[in-house]
């Protein structure tokens, strides 16, 4: 069902987007671990949405979408007790190799795919350190002449931030460290070019213990902690919204921008560049009200990169804010499930060839265990 926008004042009339119910594993979502998009080279040059849940019974589930375009739940066993994260892996002629992190007796596990098969790999923990909880994962290449790889971040038993990474022949353990004040919630995962040096930094956005946004750089050589502070009063850090990258054009550098909302104001906040942005609130109610995740989305005719960041307002509908780092565009979005959504599952961008536009799809649970996709075409 196509989505109509609203006629609310400041809102843009988004390009065609859609709304569907995707089901649900037997037992119902817990919550979402990530979502990402997957090329099968054999079968076309199209990728798909792969999207991963914990599900009531504990284990890990799939939603996928077939060759035949059919929508299907795969269990995939295990036992979920955190979520970490997951990529998509193109290190294969025949395609992608998706990866989903996740922690399981203080353990950090990995479901993949190895081009023909699913497994389970139990990755350990640093020694003498439980794994707690997860903050991300991203693909990375830490040097132009280095190819892609898995990081997988996570806290540990001793206060600290760890990365699990995969360095072309082993997977290794490396520690963080901390930003010297409790780490709290993860505010976003990224891998950030630099396009002077054609290198990649990992940088891992957490909510600190004192209330403020805190930013972790590392190349895995070294880490740097820089306290970002928090959005200007009455406003304060009430739940992550995501984190993106943003560019605004060729020969320029890219922004690395993590969201987040104030329950006391409604109102979505950017921090970009050290600096603070208030991006304001859906014009319907003037509440931004659950956030929902952000991606980055490219521009393949100008060089340029954007932000969308999901969220509903306090009447249950989906809002969608895009920034480019100068001015924030609220998108109505509108909720034509029936159903009240209450979580972001993940969000991915497809393409139907390498070369094409990126179309974005934001998958969502709602309050009664189910999962609904609002996807662009």
């Known amino acids: 069902m196509a989505v109509a926008s609203l006629p609310w004042v400041g809102a843009s009339i988004p390009t065609l987007w859609y709304w569907a119910l995707r089901g649900k594993p037997g037992p119902g979502v817990t919550y979402g671990i990530g979502a990402v ?15 991963f849940v914990r599900a009531d ?3 890990l589930w799939i939603l996928w979408k077939t060759p035949a375009g059919n929508w299907e739940w795969v269990d995939q066993g295990g036992k979920v007790d955190r979520p970490v994260g997951v990529i998509a892996l193109d290190d294969n002629p025949n395609g992608h190799r998706p990866y989903a992190f996740v922690v399981q007796d203080r353990h ?24 707690f909880n997860g903050l991300g994962a991203v693909t990375l290449a830490l040097k132009p002449t280095l190819d892609l790889a898995p990081f997988a971040v996570v806290t540990g038993s001793d206060g ?6 995969w360095n072309g022949s082993s997977w290794l353990w490396y520690n963080l460290g901390s930003p010297g004040v409790a780490i709290g919630s993860s505010m976003g995962v990224l891998a950030v070019p630099d396009e002077r040096t054609g290198e990649q930094t990992l940088q891992v956005y957490v909510w600190g213990g004192d209330g403020q946004l805190w930013l972790g750089i590392t190349d895995m050589v070294s880490t740097r902690w820089t306290a970002l502070g928090h959005p200007r ?24 921008c993590s969201f987040v909302l ?37 521009d393949p005719n100008n060089a340029s990169q954007y932000a969308r960041v999901f969220v509903t307002d306090g009447n249950n509908s989906v809002w969608v804010c895009r920034w480019d780092g100068a001015k924030p565009v609220w998108e109505d979005h509108g909720n034509s499930t029936g159903h009240i959504i209450d979580a972001g599952i993940g969000i991915t961008n497809t393409h139907t060839s390498p070369a094409a536009a990126p179309m974005t799809h934001a998958f969502m649970r709602t309050s009664d265990g189910l999962v609904c996709e609002n996807w662009e075409q």
């Open 108 to 131: 950090l596990w990995v479901r993949w795919w190895n081009g023909l098969d699913w497994f389970w790999s139990d990755q350990g923990q640093p020694a003498g350190v439980d794994i």
């Open 57 to 59: 019974d504990s284990h």
């Open 233 to 256: 009063y009455p406003a304060v850090i009430s739940q992550p919204a995501g984190a993106a990258i943003i560019k605004s054009g060729p020969g320029q550098l890219s922004r690395p």
């Open 262 to 298: 104030s329950a006391s104001t409604g109102d979505l906040w950017a921090c970009q560049d050290d600096t603070w942005f208030e991006l304001g609130a859906p014009p319907s109610d003037h509440y931004a009200n659950i956030a929902l995740g952000a991606i980055s989305v490219p």
């Open 160 to 165: 600290n931030g760890w990365v699990n990474w």
């Open 37 to 51: 998009a997957v090329v099968d080279r054999n079968v076309s040059a199209a990728s798909r949405p792969f999207v």
